[in-house]
């Protein structure tokens, strides 16, 4: 009974959250953007997990926060009561099958309880610092305090504001937004799909998507919904030429997504350099936009930059980037060696997460029977910045490389994977339309 108190407790507080600053239903009376109810979701979650990025280097009650952001969203929520009932009477099998995934997942990750490596060896710390309190500074001296601190903020944030206070109420938050990013696809399906077609797709791409092990402490999940709604986003507004005219409001969307990817894991830093390159080579954007939006993620970098260094000394990464390892890629037979166990463990990969074999399939018939990716190179820009990212990370891997593999790679690729995800529904939009 716990349980269902927590999860249905917590599942308030998530909705409230992200249903501010921005209305559904205001946004159709100032905005001729057409937003899907789950884009307008997700818009808010970037931009409230940014704010609560900002407030993390201060001391700040998260009590506090927590009321100033609900109290509105409650506010909205009652004078928008009609609308939001049309809505969901409107979409009541879409919302069914979400609350059923969500208690779903939710129960089997609160019976399982325990936290994995991860979780126990660094992540909690942090997270434990904040639920009592602490501010930024306070992280200086845990195991691992130069790592990213934003996935266990958020799981303090939640964890305090959940009436239980049980630990693992922070966590459901991945669990939600991992979820509404997934449901946000119903509105790329075309309609020729009938409701049961369009639930079983979602469903499909749900149990895909889902691994019970990722939400015990890591923060994969996190970095995994911002790369998909990167290129939601993406694709919504920069490959054409159709919301110029909207001054800067699309580009705010993707600064508030790739910001966060920065404060999220290690990797971070080179995967915001990933998306900034795909920005440049593929956004349709004139010179003058691209220089004010690369100007301002410059501008975000270095302050990411100045944080580290003033509390850790520097942007740490477990192991130096030219290290003893570096040298070796010059002598062919260990190199070959090694992009033989790196390609090995891809493969594995690809088994032991379905939503790969998924993507690697849409792939291969949009590429082969509908040249899709004549018009879409930001793809295979990608894919292909990724995968030497991935390959170069292991290749200049000087700890026990054979040892560390099997247990990283896959969490790393399914990260990645987020990006590439929308594919499917490409690809069943364009068999049905056939």
Not at 131 to 143: A, H, M, S, T
Not at 185 to 208: E, G, H, P, T
């Amino acid at each position: 009974m716990i349980e269902i108190i927590s999860i249905f407790t917590s599942l308030i507080s998530f909705s409230l959250i992200s249903n501010f600053p921005v209305n559904n239903f205001l946004i159709r009376k100032f905005s001729s953007i057409s937003f899907s109810f789950s884009e307008v979701l997700l818009i808010n979650i970037f931009f409230n997990c940014n704010l609560l990025l900002l407030l993390s280097f201060f001391h700040i009650d998260l009590n506090l926060i927590f009321f100033l952001l609900v109290i509105p969203s409650i506010i909205l929520t009652i004078l928008f009561y009609k609308q939001y009932l049309r809505l969901l009477k409107k979409n009541i099998y879409l919302v069914t099958l979400f609350l059923v995934i969500y208690y779903s997942i939710s129960i089997l990750v609160i019976r399982k309880a325990h936290l994995e490596w991860d979780g126990l060896e660094h992540w909690i710390f942090k997270s434990t610092v904040y639920f009592n309190g602490g501010e930024y500074k306070d992280l200086v001296g845990l195991p691992f305090d130069y790592y990213p601190h934003l996935g266990a903020y958020l799981w303090a944030f939640f964890w305090k504001n959940s009436i239980l206070q049980l630990e693992y109420s922070g966590r459901l938050f991945f669990i939600f937004i991992f979820l509404v990013a997934i449901f946000s696809l119903n509105s790329k399906i075309k309609n020729q799909y009938s409701n049961f077609q369009k639930l079983l797709i979602i469903f499909v791409l749900s149990y895909f998507s889902t691994n019970f092990f990722l939400f015990g402490g890591y923060q994969e999940y996190l970095i995994f919904i911002i790369f998909f709604c990167y290129s939601l986003f993406f694709v919504k507004f920069f490959l054409n030429n159709k919301y110029t005219n909207y001054k800067f409001y699309p580009e705010l969307i993707i600064i508030f997504i790739t910001n966060l990817i920065l404060w999220t894991k290690q990797e971070g830093f080179f995967y915001y350099i990933i998306l900034n390159i795909i920005f440049l080579l593929h956004a349709k954007r004139d010179v003058i936009r691209k220089f004010i939006f690369i100007t301002i993620m410059t501008t975000l970098m270095l302050f990411f930059i100045y944080m580290k260094s003033l509390y850790f000394g520097s942007v740490k990464f477990n192991a130096d980037i030219i290290n003893q390892e570096t040298y070796k890629i010059f002598e062919l037979d260990y190199l070959f060696t090694k992009i033989l166990v790196i390609t090995k463990y891809f493969f594995i990969t690809f088994v032991k997460y379905p939503i790969w074999i998924l993507i690697i399939i849409s792939t291969i018939i949009l590429h082969t029977r509908f040249n899709y990716f004549k018009n879409n190179k930001f793809v295979f820009s990608y894919i292909l910045l990724s995968f030497i990212f991935i390959y170069a990370i292991f290749l200049n891997e000087p700890t026990d490389f054979y040892h560390l593999i099997p247990l990283t790679l896959n969490r790393i690729l399914f990260a990645v994977s987020g990006f590439l995800l929308f594919l499917n529904i490409v690809l069943f939009n364009k068999i049905k339309l056939k």
